[in-house]
C-alpha cells in the first residue's frame, strides 16, 4: 500500500541518517508513527482488501503466523520492516523481544503489563530462574503508540481486550542486545522459546503415549526417564504427568483415585537428582492451571464488562492495580461496588450443558459471600472484615455471617479465580524456596 510504502522510506531515510543505530530506531519509529497516524488514516479492513486484490505482495516475514491472525507485511526495508497483526484472542504470555521498533493500535484495545525480571539462578543460557515482578499495568486504546526496546528493557504481556484487535508494528530484524528472546514463566522461569530439542520432544511424546495407554509399567518408563533427565526435559514431562494424573476432573468428583499420589512419587524422583529446582514446578503449574482456567471461563461469557474483568483477573495480579484500570476504563462508577456487582451478576449466569451452577464455577455466591468479597476488595483484614460485619449489618444478618466468615474469608482468597488479587504477597514473592547458589 502507498501509505506504508511512504511511512518505510520515511522511517529509513531518518534512520540511516543514524548511521542504522539500533538504540535510535525506537524513537525514530515511534515519532513517524506519530506523524502520519495510521490509526487516522488507514481503514484496517482496507489492508485486507489490498491483501486480496494485489497482484503482488511485499515478501511476508511471518509465513507461518507465529505472530497475529494473520500477520501481514506491508512494507520491506534493507534493515527493517512494517507489519500488520490482526488479534482475535488475547494472549498472557509475558515475554522481551529480539528486536527493537515501535508499534500503533489500530483497531480495539489492549491491556500492556510491563515486567521485571531479578535473574538468581543461570540454570544455563536458555533457562534461568529469578523474580518476575509486575512493574507496570496500562489500558491502551486506539491510537496509542509505545516504543519496543531490546531484551529485559521491555519485558511485557499485550493482551488484547477486543475481537478483533490490530496492531501496526515497525521493527528492526533482529537486535543482537536482546537474544535470546526469552519467555516468561510466571513466577520464577525465563525460558529460550526457539530452543528445540528433537530428542525432548520424543521423549515427552513418549511419555504422553504411556500416559494416555495406561501402560502397566508407565510409571517405572517414566521414572527411568526422570532419573536421567536434564531439567529442562523434566519439566514438560511433570507438566504432562501432572495434567494426566493429578488433575483428573473424575477423581476430584468422586474423591478417590492414586493419580496425585503417583504424581508426587514422579516428583521426588526429579527431586532427587535435580534438588530444589524442582519446588519450582508446582508453582509453575498452578498458575498455568490458573490461567486456562481464566481463559475457558472467559470464552463462555459475552458481555463487554465481564469479558474485560475476567482479563484483569487473568493479567493483573494486584488488587489495587485492578481497582485502577476498573476506574480508568469506567470512570463514573465506584470500582470496588462495581466489581462486586459484576461477581453477582456472573454467579447468576448458567452456561448450557455445563454441570457447573455458574459461570464462576462457584457454589453459593450469596449476600454474605459479597459482602465478605467486597471487604477483600478494600483491602481489610479478618479482624476489620469482622468489625465490619458488626458495624455495617443488622444484628441478625451479623449474626448468620459471623460463623462462616472466616471460611469464606479463606475461601475466597485461595480460590482458582481470585487467588492472585487477594494473596498477601505477589505472586512468587515469598513462598518460594531461595533461589540463592
Known sequence: MQFFDDLGELVELRWRERNYDDEAFPGIAREALAEVDPN????????????????????????????????????????????????????TAVHQHAFCG??????????????????????NPHLLAGDINL??????????????????????????????????????????????????????????????????????????????????QADEMIGELLS??????????????????????????????????????????ARRRHGELVD??????????????LVLRRGQITSNEHRFFLALLLNVPDRGKVLDLVRQRYPEKDPIN????????????????SHEPNVLGIDNVDEDYLFVFQCLLEGLTIDQTKRAIDEELSAEDARSLEDNVERLYSDIRNSMLFKSIFREAP???????????
Not at 248 to 266: I, K, Y
Open 338 to 353: 462495581t466489581i462486586t456487582e459484576w461477581v453477582d451478576e456472573l454467579a447468576n449466569t448458567r452456561v448450557a450443558g
Open 102 to 123: 515501535a508499534f500503533q493500535v489500530l483497531l480495539g484495545s489492549s491491556i500492556l503489563c510491563q515486567y521485571s525480571f531479578e535473574e538468581k539462578r543461570r540454570i
Open 228 to 269: 536421567g533427565s536434564d531439567f529442562q526435559t523434566a519439566f514438560p514431562i511433570l507438566d504432562l504427568a501432572y495434567n494426566q494424573l493429578a488433575n483428573n476432573p473424575l477423581e476430584r468428583a468422586f474423591e478417590v483415585g492414586t493419580g496425585g499420589e503417583r504424581f508426587h512419587a514422579l516428583l521426588q524422583i
Open 427 to 437: 505472586l512468587g514473592a515469598t513462598a518460594q524456596p531461595s533461589l540463592a547458589s
Open 135 to 216: 512493574e507496570t499495568v496500562e489500558l491502551l486504546g486506539e491510537g496509542d503508540i509505545r516504543e519496543i526496546l531490546p531484551g529485559r528493557q521491555y519485558i511485557h504481556s499485550l493482551f488484547h481486550l477486543d475481537r478483533p484487535s490490530a496492531t501496526i508494528i515497525i521493527r528492526t530484524e533482529q537486535t543482537l542486545a536482546g537474544v535470546p528472546q526469552y519467555t516468561y514463566l510466571r513466577p520464577c522461569f525465563a525460558m529460550d522459546p526457539y530452543l528445540k530439542s528433537a530428542a525432548t520432544i520424543k521423549r515427552v511424546r513418549g511419555a504422553s503415549l504411556l500416559l494416555s495407554m495406561r501402560h502397566p
Open 40 to 91: 487516522r488514516n488507514v481503514d484496517p479492513w482496507d489492508i485486507i482488501r489490498w491483501l486480496n486484490n494485489t497482484p503482488q505482495l511485499p515478501e511476508q516475514r511471518d509465513v507461518d503466523g507465529h505472530f497475529g491472525n494473520p500477520p501481514i507485511t506491508l512494507f520491506n526495508g534493507p534493515r527493517f520492516y512494517i507489519d500488520v497483526y490482526y488479534w482475535l484472542d488475547g494472549t
Open 280 to 293: 519450582f514446578i508446582l508453582p509453575l503449574i498452578e498458575e498455568g492451571q490458573r490461567q486456562n482456567n
